[in-house]
T-cell receptor, first 113, second 112 residues
């Protein structure tokens, strides 16, 4: 069965520092992968997605993610974090039938000044 | 263009009461979904509708029913609410299955 693991429950980064959020997936075929961000009390906003092609994907708000098939990973990165990036981040993979997204449990990002 | 809208934003129920959560999208999407979000659990799929006129169970369908009223609207009904159904409920839509899902703002439900 497909699954998504986000190993870090909570990360704190200094403003201006770089960020990497980890995501590992379990999937038999070529996965459709997503990163969403959720600000407190809000819905989920799509940051970026990978369906095929270039393994380095650019998203909104200066985020990027790299698909590494050999490591079953899809880590999210940002070179310089802003205080407004504090939120919860979810990695997800579409299931084989395409009927649902399988979500990781999320990583909460705190930004210190 | 409002995207995905959900009503109500917040609801308190007593155990055994019923209610319907409403969802509508204006993006002409074919597929719609209901998820619940619980602390430390991520989001889990309750039901989905691949296209108008069809609905199917997701990972956690027990205690819920859905209706795909038309292409725009997909409602979630709790017939007899239980405290275990206290959660935040998100509706989402996509052009078709396996395409990007767009989420509504959520409904916070508290069952006492």
């Amino acid at each position: 069965a497909q699954s998504v693991t986000q190993p870090d429950i909570h990360i704190t980064v200094s403003e201006g520092a770089s960020l990497e959020l980890r995501c590992n997936y379990s999937y038999g075929a070529t996965p459709y992968l997503f990163w969403y961000v959720q600000s407190p009390g809000q819905g989920l906003q799509l940051l970026l997605k990978y369906f095929s092609g270039d393994t380095l994907v650019q998203g909104i708000k200066g985020f990027e993610a790299e698909f590494k098939r050999s490591q079953s990973s899809f880590n999210l990165r940002k070179p310089s974090v802003h205080w407004s990036d504090a939120a919860e981040y979810f990695c997800a993979v579409a299931n084989q039938a395409g009927t649902a997204l399988i979500f990781g449990k999320g990583t909460t990002l705190s930004v210190s000044s | 263009n409002a995207g995905v809208t959900q009503t109500p934003k917040f609801q308190v129920l007593k155990t055994g009461q019923s209610m319907t959560l409403q969802c509508a999208q204006d993006m002409n999407h074919n597929s719609m979904y209901w998820y619940r979000q619980d602390p430390g659990m991520g989001l889990r799929l309750i039901y989905y509708s691949a296209s108008e006129g069809t609905t199917d169970k997701g990972e956690v369908p027990n205690g819920y029913n859905v209706s795909r009223l038309n292409k725009r609207e997909f409602s979630l009904r709790l017939e007899s609410a239980a405290p275990s159904q206290t959660s935040v409920y998100f509706c989402a839509s996509s052009r078709s299955l396996k395409e990007t899902q767009y989420f509504g703002p959520g409904t916070r439900l508290l069952v006492l």
